[in-house]
Every structure is written in structure tokens, then in C-alpha cells.
């Protein structure tokens, strides 16, 4: 058996299945070997950005991690960005990076590069492979320190992967359980929340589960609090019959002014509120002053294990949650913009459905819209990088192919990682794209404004800047370039029925919506 | 004059005249910035791995560096591949990544990232600007650390760019003027050259300019040399009229069939050949054992300089260079296929134009056959991480309007940065794209095979990875998607034609050649 085949065993023992690759002649043993051994499944894509992406979004849906597959240096930094939001949002992933052979190194071929430098930047744990006999206990390592909420990288170096390993196999890699947090910090909590009328439990964490927000529902109607997400949840369980929570604001302004009342913070999962970019003569910290803040439990916590214990503690056991009714409009008509699209998503959102959201301006409406709906999985980009969106619901219908995906995606946003396509085709993937083109980076327009730059009104080069209307895409071209069946859009009845008809079928489709810019300042 | 404002003046004033751009909310003042002061050209590409590579294509033909302006770490992480093809082919760049403020750093928001840690992995320099009043001076220093052949960083933290500079203006940063190597070297090249009759000129560097060629033949002539090419020059003046001189091949085996013979190798800008990659019992290290190997001068020598003193030292200015005649070949009939497509381009290639070579296996016999064309620049992959062709063709066609730009692209290669078109469109750039289109990554058919990875025929699963016909890609409706106009031609005819139309209009075109996969092996 060489490193390479020791490699993937170890990896599929340890529960690693599907591996999303892009190889390069480094990587070509590892190629080989997935037709040598049983139990992983490579999915190529035509960019590495595309794996990194969907990696995260397996991971999410899947609560454990996948592999990428990425070729020395620049084979990673293309992956960076979708690593970056996969490592804000607590969610884990096992990047194997091909490197030249241990001996070549020191010639610096054109490809050498520095990828434990570049690894390092979004990792917990790296770690470059000396032996094709260490292979496997290194992969170990990798996957224990992946864990159910961390990115971890191995480097691979090409004779690694040929040479034999002659050691046995090692024991897979043990399941992560995270734990909850002890009795005295929930106990400390609980009398922090009981001794203020103007109390919040803020939420994030890996995932917030149906089971997670109806005991903090509780928890919060027992203590009086008001139950809060963060501003982007890595995957929230929502719509009918979950659990009511507020979710904070984007805008630093709007934030401030939802924090104002709180003078006691609880965090589970959640990290401290703060703004996402700076302005000018706006606060970093959105809390009010001389507000507490108090980390109950941090995402590598068992968040729904202390939040029963906190139920328990309370005897809140037998509170019904105060969870969403089921409410679901009617089909909209007349112009396609932000609200009737929003208001088709909610009236059309099947049970189960999983949404990957990328929206932008155009998708802020439809998270509230969406309360109410049938209930559904919500993932949100949590590092801020966008080229995230079509790459995740490549990942999440991987990991649930009996679960619709629908992707909101921004035109702008589209554009970073738009080869995902092609994988949805290749795959057979049941993705309904959702592209809102308003031909424009409108959150740009917005933040330009916000930044008081120029007195907030950009001039005639700034503003070439923030827009894409010159060329205008056509992304129904675009998707059929990709193999992919396309519509557009342009009224509100269209949209309703192109959207009606990608739902009632199985598979990859894309509906280009025309939608004005939102206004929101 | 805010900090910005005051980073741009130093730019412009510095020879820093365009910025290929990727901005978000932490760059919205430089933006802004763009119409307070005169001189930039801003120009917005889709996807930063498309503004690093504009910038370097740029710098190819323009002999100076751009700027790139990019969003935080994640921003610079999709850069990050086409920074290292410029890096490793001695190319200049200027990056400007725009951070949070400051004193917005320790709050961890979102797109917190380690700017420099990633940019350390490409950079010569790397510096984090921590005030207004020094932005401009820093930029000085940056710039100077590009130079003319190398990759330097300029961290702009937002508060940096929007609060006031109290400071006077710093003096333009210095032109970089490279020296030759000293006589004493020369002599002892020269010595070596003169006692051997086996050996070899290795040329590279930055640029292998007509006057350099010709210098070198000189040289050679007179001291009965032989004159080679690295593998991937950076920029290389050639066809008809141009010096006569070796490439070395690519494959290993037949590199080191190539430098056999070669008992005294003089390296002029280029470092010693290695494999390009490692593979089981083939050797790293190319030349000959034995073979004395002289570091006469290195990129960042004046490689025309030291030449130029080689000929008057040996008093042979007077010999008339080696130089390729004018052979215009045929149109070509029949089946279109790598040949064909490379007689069409050496019938029809114009004078000043510049290939940008990212064909992959089909490019290959494009190269040979141009020989004999109107002269022309070549420019390669000198990185080895696809998608850097079309990228690069932009930055070419931004730094030589009146010159012809054809890029020669592979189906793979051409996806990892397909974003480039949209640039090509919106700034009206006169390229001709042609998509070598065998819908395979058949470079890596061949390099499975000599990887000897299980006996070198790849099982199912691994031949799937290297098949991109499944769905098939269609690059006219891509284009079309960008608002570019496109031909697909499956005839030599038909391609010669549509060729020739493209390259009498002015504007961007791409021609989708359906081509056969070359083999090679």
C-alpha cells in the first residue's frame, strides 16, 4: 500500500467520505488512488475556490468534515478565501495540499511555494508529512484536530503519497464530542439573566438546531430575556414551528440601536457583538456601555447540552416554546424586486428545504419574509468573503441530496466562484439558483455612503467602481455555457413560476431574477 | 488631503499610473480617492486572481509595475495564484490591501485575517501602514521594494486611508536601474565559454528583449556556444529577425536529452533547470553530471549590460546575429487540430503582437512554429498556476494599446479566471482569445502516465478527474454571458477565417477552437 492509498483509508475510517479536488501532477497518486481503495468519493471542480466552498457547505449539512483536495501553493490560496469562512464559522475541514517530493524542494521549481506560510493563516493545525509511513497517523492528527469546528491542512509531498508505507493502520480518528459547560457557569448565567428585566441570550455557534431554539425559548420566556442570533448563523433551523428569535442587524447603527435596552449579554456559541467594518465616528463595540457580557459557552461547547441543563436548572421543561406559526402568502404580481421575491421564496419554500444565502441587498428581505415558511435549514456567509454562496449549496446538496437547496446569490457575488455551476451539472445536484441581478455592487453603493467617503457621493471613477452594469452579464448565457438548464426573470409572475416549476423538479437549474437595487440607507 | 489621496499622489508620482481592482467597504476612501486626484487609471476586474494577473501582464510589456487593490486577507488569498507566476517570472508588483481600521482589529470581526502573513509568502516586502502621515512615505518604500522585478505589499488600514495626512509629500520613489555584473565575472564566463566547445548560454530573467538576443548570438558565434531559452520565459522578443535560440523542453526527459552534451552551463538571468515536477527515478537537477555550472548574472542583473560587454570583449560587434528569416506559412485546410491552429496563428500573427501562452498541451506546437513569424512577444506561464492567460492578456492590452494581444488558453486553464472577458469587454481591450478546447486537463492525462501512478492508466474514478467533458463547455455562450462577442470553429478553415476576422478588427473576440487532445507520450 503507498501513502497515498494509507492516506485515503485513513481518512474514510475516520468518517472523511467525499473529498472535492482540484489535482495537479503532485496530487496524481492520490488520484489514482481512489480507484485503489473503497469509500471516498472525489467530486471535481474547475477552481479551488469551488472545493474550499463546498467543503463548507458539506460540512454544515453533514456535522462532520470533508476533504479537499488542492494543488502546493497556489492551489490553496485560490481556496483561501472559502476557508476563511469556513474557519469564522466554526465549521471544520480537512485540506490535504500536494507539495513537490520531499527531495525537490530545495531546487525551487516554479511551483514551490510557501504553503505551511499560507496554511497557517487559516488553520488550527498544519502540519507537512516527512514519510509515506507517517502518513496515516498524520492524517490522524489532522482530522482530530479538525474536529467537528476547526480547518486543519496536511501537506502532502508527492513521494509521500508514491512511496509504500510499510506500518500498519493506524485507529481512526476519534468522533469530537463537544461538552457543555459546568453547573457553575450555568448557574452563574442563569442568575445573571433572573436578576436583570433587560437580559438577551445571544446564539451562534456551528449550528443552531430545532432542539437548540426550543430550549433556549425556554429558557428565555422562564428568565424573562430576549433570545437573539448573530448577524450571520453558520446554519439555523428556522421557519414554521421553530423557535422565535430576534436576529442582530448588519449596520453597525441598526445594531446599536437594537443593543440599546441590554444591560445583561449572555453568549452561547456567539462571539461579543461588534460592528463588521469601521466607520468613521461609529463604535467598534454595539453593545451599550456598561452592559454586561457574560461567555456563557463558546461554539466548542455542547450549546443544546447547557442549554437543557440551563431548561433543567430552571424546571422550564414543561413551557411550550414560542415558536412560529405557519403563514404562507400568496403568489406576488407585478414588478420583481427584493419584497415579491422574497415573497415567492416564502410561499414556495418546501419542507426540509436547505438555503444557502448570498443575496446581498437583494436577499435581506428574505430571511424575515422566510419566518413563517415551511420549516428549513438557513446558512448564512459568516467571514464576509464573498464567492461563497454557489459553492456551498454545491457542498450542502452533496451532503443532503434528498433535500432541496436553493441558492440566493448576487450577481457581484456570483461572479467570484460562478465555475460551481458546472459541478451542480456534473453532480446531478438538486440546487435551485436563485441569481438577484441588479447589475451592481449595491452593498458597496451602500457602505461607500456609510463610509462618508467623499461626503458619501462617489464620483464619476468611484462609482465605474461599484458598478457592473458595463458589460451587463448574462448569467442564463453564463449557465447554459456551464450545461446548465437557465431563465430569467423580469416580473414578479415570471419569477414565481420559473421558481414553482426548478422546485417541482429534481436537479440543477438557474433563474437570472432583474431586480432593482434596494435602497436601504 | 486625506491618507488616500495622498497614497495615490505617490503612486502616479512614482510611475504607478493603474490599479486593477477588487475593492470592498475597507477601500471605499481609496476609491473615493480616484476622482480627488489626477492620474489613476482605475480599472475593476470580477475576481482579484483577475486583477493580479492584469497587473502582471501589465508589468510584462509596460516595464514597470501596477498596483492591485485588494480586499483584506480574503481578497488577497484569490490573488495570491497569479502574484506567484509573477513572483517566480521576475515580475514587479505593487499590492495595496485594504484592512480594518486600526483600532478595529482586535475585535475579530468577520474578515479579520493575517494579511501579512499571507502576503509574506510572495512578497519581497511587506509592510502594515499604522498612520495617515506616514502612508505616503511608506508607499515610497514599497514601491522600492518592487523595484522593477519584484512583489511588494502595502497594508492600508481603512482609518490610514481616511484620516488626514499633515505631511508634506515624500519624493517620488527612485527608478530601479538594474547594473551589470562586473568585469572580472564576465572574463571568467568568457574563459569558461572559450575552453569548452560543449557549452551552453541559459537565458532568462525578466525580459529577453530583440537587443539581448542579439547580443547573445554574437557571443555564442564567437565562442562557439550553444544559445538557450528557459523553459517559460517571462517576455521574449522573437520571429522573424529575432536571434535564434534553444527552449528548453518541458518533459524532463527531454530536458535532460536537451543539456546532455553540455559540459559548461552560464546562466544569464535564468537559475539552473530543474524538473518541473519530481517523478519516481527521474532526477531533479536536468544538466549533465559534471557539468560546471556559472552563475554569471541574475534577473535582477542589466542582462542587456552584461551582454553587451561580453560582445566588446570579445570585439564582436561587428559579427551579424543569427536571426530567424520571414517564413509565412499557408492557410491550413482539413482537420483542426493543434498543427493546424499553429500554422493559422504563424500565417497570420501581426507584427508587434503579443501571445500570451496559456495553451497548455494544444499551445504547445505554437511555439516552434512562430519561429519564422512577424516578430513578436511571447509570454508564458512562469509560475506554473493555471488561469494567469487571460488575466494576463488583459494587463498587456491595458500597458500596449496598440499592439495586438492573442491569448492562447486552455479549456482548463481558461476557467479559473473566466472573469478576465467581462475586463476584456468593459475596457474595450484589443485581444483575441482563443480557447484551445479539447475538454480535457489532458497536461495531466500525461503527467498521470509519467508519474507511473498505478502503472500509469488511470482507473474510472481517477479519469474522471482529469475529464472536463462531462457536461461539456461551451465558451461562445460564455462569452456571450460577459457581452463578448465569439465564434466556435471545428475546421481549419473555419478557424483561419474567424482568426483572421478577429484580428483585423480591433476589440475583444475569442474563437472557441474544438480541438483533438495531442499526444504526446
Not at 448565457?477 to 437557465?486: K, S, V
Request: charged residues 15%.
Amino acid at each position: 500500500m503507498n501513502g497515498a492509498e494509507s492516506l485515503i483509508k485513513t481518512l474514510v475510517a475516520s468518517g472523511v467520505e467525499v473529498c472535492f479536488s482540484n489535482p495537479g501532477t503532485s496530487e496524481m497518486h492520490f488520484v489514482a488512488a481512489l480507484d485503489e481503495v473503497d469509500g471516498m468519493r472525489g467530486i471535481l471542480t474547475l477552481f479551488e475556490g469551488v472545493a474550499s466552498g463546498a467543503a463548507d457547505g458539506y460540512a454544515r449539512m453533514a456535522g462532520k468534515p470533508a476533504a479537499t483536495l488542492l494543488h502546493l501553493g497556489p492551489g490553496l490560496g485560490n481556496a483561501l478565501a472559502n476557508i476563511h469562512n469556513a474557519r469564522k464559522g466554526n465549521v471544520p475541514m480537512v485540506n490535504i495540499i500536494g507539495d513537490h517530493a520531499t527531495y525537490h524542494l530545495k531546487y525551487d521549481a516554479p511551483l514551490t511555494s510557501d504553503i505551511e506560510g499560507i496554511a497557517a493563516t487559516v488553520s488550527a493545525d498544519v502540519h507537512c508529512s516527512q514519510s509515506s509511513g507517517d502518513i496515516a497517523s498524520d492524517a490522524v492528527n489532522t482530522i482530530s484536530a479538525a474536529g467537528r469546528n476547526k480547518v486543519a491542512s496536511l501537506i502532502l509531498p508527492a513521494d509521500v503519497s508514491w512511496n509504500d508505507n510499510p506500518n500498519e493502520l493506524p485507529a481512526a480518528a476519534p468522533i469530537s464530542v463537544p461538552q457543555p459547560v459546568d453547573e457553575a457557569r450555568i448557574a452563574e448565567a442563569l442568575e445573571l439573566l433572573r436578576s436583570s428585566d433587560k437580559s438577551m441570550i445571544f446564539v451562534g455557534g456551528d449550528t443552531v438546531s430545532a432542539e437548540l431554539g426550543h430550549q433556549l425559548s425556554r429558557v428565555a420566556q422562564h428568565t424573562g430575556s430576549r433570545l437573539c442570533l448573530e448577524t450571520f448563523p453558520t446554519r439555523v433551523s428556522r421557519g414554521a414551528g421553530r423557535a422565535q428569535m430576534e436576529k442582530l442587524p448588519y449596520l453597525a447603527e441598526m445594531a446599536i440601536e437594537h443593543l440599546k435596552d441590554v444591560d445583561t449579554l449572555i453568549l452561547l456559541g456567539a462571539t461579543s457583538p461588534v460592528s463588521f467594518f469601521a466607520y468613521p465616528n461609529v463604535p467598534s463595540v454595539l453593545q451599550a456601555d456598561g452592559c454586561t457580557v457574560f461567555e456563557l459557552a463558546t461554539a466548542d461547547h455542547d450549546l443544546l447540552g447547557t442549554a437543557t441543563a440551563m431548561v433543567e436548572a430552571l424546571g422550564a421543561d414543561s413551557l411550550a416554546p414560542n415558536v412560529h406559526p405557519e403563514q404562507i402568502p400568496p403568489a406576488p404580481s407585478g414588478e420583481l424586486n427584493a419584497m415579491s421575491l422574497a415573497q415567492s421564496l416564502s410561499a414556495l419554500l418546501p419542507e426540509n428545504a436547505i438555503v444557502v444565502d448570498e443575496g446581498a441587498t437583494t436577499g435581506l428581505a428574505c430571511y424575515p419574509y422566510t419566518e413563517t415558511a415551511k420549516p428549513h435549514d438557513w446558512l448564512s456567509l459568516t467571514g464576509g468573503s464573498i464567492g461563497w454562496g454557489l459553492p456551498c449549496a454545491v457542498g450542502a446538496a452533496v451532503a443532503c441530496p434528498d433535500q432541496k437547496v436553493i441558492c440566493l446569490e448576487g450577481d457581484g457575488s456570483a461572479m467570484y466562484t460562478i465555475q460551481a455551476l458546472w459541478s451542480m451539472v456534473r453532480e446531478d445536484l438538486d440546487v435551485t439558483v436563485v441569481i438577484c441581478n441588479n447589475q451592481k455592487y449595491n452593498i458597496l453603493d451602500l457602505e461607500f455612503t456609510r463610509t462618508g467617503a467623499r461626503g458619501g457621493v462617489p464620483g464619476e471613477k468611484a462609482a465605474s467602481m461599484l458598478d457592473i452594469s458595463n458589460p451587463s452579464m448574462n448569467f442564463v448565457e453564463l449557465a447554459q455555457g456551464f450545461g446548465m438548464q437557465a431563465k430569467r426573470a423580469t416580473t414578479a409572475e415570471e419569477f414565481h413560476q420559473f421558481f414553482s416549476e426548478a422546485l417541482q423538479e429534481r436537479g440543477p437549474r438557474l433563474i437570472e431574477a432583474m431586480v432593482p437595487c434596494v435602497q436601504i440607507a
